[in-house]
């Protein structure tokens, strides 16, 4: 088993839809949880971080936790062309105290 | 506050060479990452430096190996190059241990032919 799961895609949704983009990790021992949006061509730019279970909101993005499950979203509210991109969903293990990425979601926004 | 600077950000390099890349975090920062990234196996870390001591080790082997200055500046070499060391290498900066934030620079892009 990936110590962090991502559907790989593609995932596509309509210009003003909300985005869905579902992780799940191994290490139930990890405390930090991170999404990174990463352009074609680009580096990885973090966009949100969670550390406890619920809901964290930061725009048009929300994060959500459940460690029980171990399972992490973020949802992009009001989707737009520019959001198009991977995004990683990223964990801090526990044990190694190092960053583990998932594969990452390339998702695509249709204008 | 300028960010995490990574030179060069383009490297072509034949079969059996060596390469160092460099790395300077964000003002402040004391720990660097290195990640190599490919289409194929994705983010995969290599090492992390805190206060100039290597913290954690990836999977790799030696022939990559990395460093850090007094000042934070990080550097990371691959010896004997090969082809499947042509990668997108990323190198991340974090304030200190318990600070679990990362930020990228943009990047090395290292071609091997």
């Known amino acids: 088993q990936k110590e962090v799961e991502q559907n790989s895609g593609p995932l596509s949704v309509p210009e003003g839809a909300i985005a869905s983009l579902n992780c799940t990790y191994s290490?139930?021992?990890?405390?930090?949880f991170f999404w990174y949006r990463q352009y074609s061509g680009k580096s990885p730019e973090l966009i949100m971080s969670?550390?406890?279970?619920g809901d964290k909101e930061d725009g048009r993005f929300t994060a959500q936790l459940n460690k029980a499950s171990q399972y992490v979203s973020l949802l992009i509210r009001d989707s737009q062309p520019s959001d198009s991109a991977t995004y990683l969903c990223?964990?801090?293990?526990?044990?190694?105290?190092?960053?583990?990425f998932g594969s990452g979601t390339q998702l695509t926004v249709l204008p | 506050k300028a960010g995490v600077t990574q030179t060069p950000r383009y490297l072509i390099k034949t079969r059996g060479q060596q390469v160092t890349l460099s790395c300077s975090p964000i003002?402040?920062?004391?720990?660097v990452s290195w990640y190599q990234q490919t289409p194929g196996q994705g983010l995969q870390f290599l090492f992390e430096?805190?206060?100039?001591?290597?913290?954690n080790k990836g999977n790799f082997p030696g022939r990559f190996s990395g460093r850090q200055f007094s000042n934070s500046r990080s550097e990371m070499n691959v010896s004997t190059l090969e082809l499947g060391d042509s990668a997108l290498y990323l190198c991340?900066?974090?304030?200190?241990?318990?600070?679990?934030?990362?930020?990228f620079g943009q990047g090395t892009r290292l071609t091997v032919v």
């Open positions: 003002s402040g920062h004391r720990s």
């Open positions: 991340a900066s974090r304030q200190g241990q318990a600070i679990t934030e990362a930020f």
């Open positions: 290490d139930r021992g990890s405390q930090s």
């Open positions: 990223t964990i801090l293990s526990g044990s190694a105290r190092q960053l583990t």
């Open positions: 430096y805190f206060s100039e001591t290597q913290r």
């Open positions: 969670i550390y406890s279970n």
